[in-house]
């Protein structure tokens, strides 16, 4: 059964960064396209990140183009998604995903 889970989250402040990690197995790791999406309160997920099986084509919400970098490691089946100059609206609910595979999620803040 594939098991994703999120980690990382946090309370930071404007402008600050986090990191997030998303560890995967019983899934197919390198075959697959991986997603960040996020959920913010009161609204639907959206996708922010992706990329390529084998890690050679990123692509980004133009929401956080330019300051959130989508990474991924299949040796060890692990994604990561950097945020850098982090906004307020960015607050939400991040989830890693491929297919129909969820994890549970990693809880963002950014508020001064």
């Known amino acids: 059964q594939a098991q994703f889970v999120e980690s990382g989250g946090g309370l930071v402040q404007p402008g600050g960064s986090l990191r997030l990690s998303c560890v995967v197995s019983?899934?197919?790791?390198?075959?697959?396209?991986m997603n960040w999406y996020r959920q913010a309160p009161g609204k639907e997920r959206e996708r922010v990140a992706w990329?390529?099986?084998?890690?050679?084509?990123?692509n980004y919400a133009d929401s956080v183009k330019g300051r959130f970098f989508i990474s991924r490691d299949n040796y060890r089946k692990t994604l990561w998604l950097q945020m850098n100059n982090l906004k307020p609206e960015d607050t939400g609910v991040y989830y890693c995903?491929?297919?129909?595979?969820w994890g549970r999620g990693t809880q963002v803040t950014v508020s001064s």
């Open positions: 019983g899934f197919d790791f390198n075959s697959f396209t």
């Open positions: 990329i390529t099986s084998g890690g050679s084509v990123e």
């Open positions: 995903n491929s297919l129909n595979s």
